[in-house]
């Protein structure tokens, strides 16, 4: 059964940056793009960009380009995503999700997701 | 990119039908059926319901029923049920400076 475990909740200052990480099992983690999705409290999805884990191509949101990387480690079936230059309106739940599977759009995986507090 | 536009909720009786409506452009809902709906109980991760404008994943309802008109795209919940309360979100892929949107989210309430 295909999942994705994320790492803990984060509390950071502002100016500071976050690492996320995502653990995929259940399936071969190179075959699908996976999806990062940021979620403020009390506020729709949005979109932050994917990384094909195999290759470790990405494509980033252009809200974000200038702050966001992310990265992977086939060998341990990970993803990560940095996120440098904190705001307090980073504050939010950070989920990773699998795309493609289906098609085009529509993730059918997704983490459990990674709490981010950023204040002083 | 703006978000898509979805009513803020919608409520209805148990066994009664509600439709969820999104509005979005020519360079998103308009230009591609690449339409997606994620129901999302409170704590929980969005999940998918409707992909590709009318599709089910596998063990979804098929209460849920997707459509779409011009740049409009529509989620109608047939038989509702108390655990559909919930919020929903619409997705579209796009030709926008990033390739995926989101709604703005709908508060599902059964009366």
């Known amino acids: 059964q295909a999942q994705f475990v994320q790492s803990g909740p984060e509390v950071k200052k502002p100016g500071a940056s976050v690492t996320v990480s995502c653990k995929a099992s259940g399936y071969t983690f190179t075959t699908y793009l996976i999806h990062w999705v940021r979620q403020a409290p009390g506020q729709g999805p949005e979109w932050m960009g994917w990384i094909d884990p195999g290759r470790a191509r990405t494509k980033y949101s252009q809200r974000f380009q200038d702050r966001v990387t992310f990265s992977s480690n086939t060998s341990a079936s990970s993803v990560y995503l940095d996120l440098s230059s904190l705001k307090s309106e980073d504050t939010a739940v950070y989920y990773c999700?699998?795309?493609?599977?289906?098609?085009?759009?529509?993730?059918?995986?997704w983490g459990q997701g990674t709490m981010v507090t950023v204040s002083s | 990119q703006s978000a898509l536009t979805q009513p803020a909720s919608v409520s209805g009786s148990p066994g009664q039908s509600i439709t969820i409506s999104c509005t979005g452009t020519n360079s998103d809902i308009g230009a591609y059926d690449y339409v997606a709906w994620y129901q999302q109980h409170p704590g929980e991760a969005p999940k998918v319901i409707i992909y590709?404008?009318?599709k089910w994943p596998s063990g979804i309802s098929k209460r849920f029923s997707g459509s779409k008109s011009g740049n409009t795209a529509s989620l109608t919940i047939s038989g509702l049920q108390a655990e559909d309360e919930a919020d929903y979100y619409c997705?579209?892929?796009?030709?926008?400076?990033?390739?995926?949107?989101f709604g703005t989210g709908t508060r599902v309430i059964v009366l």
């Open positions: 997705s579209s892929y796009t030709s926008g400076k990033s390739p995926y949107v």
């Open positions: 999700a699998r795309g493609g599977f289906f098609s085009v759009n529509g993730f059918d995986i």
């Open positions: 590709d404008v009318t």
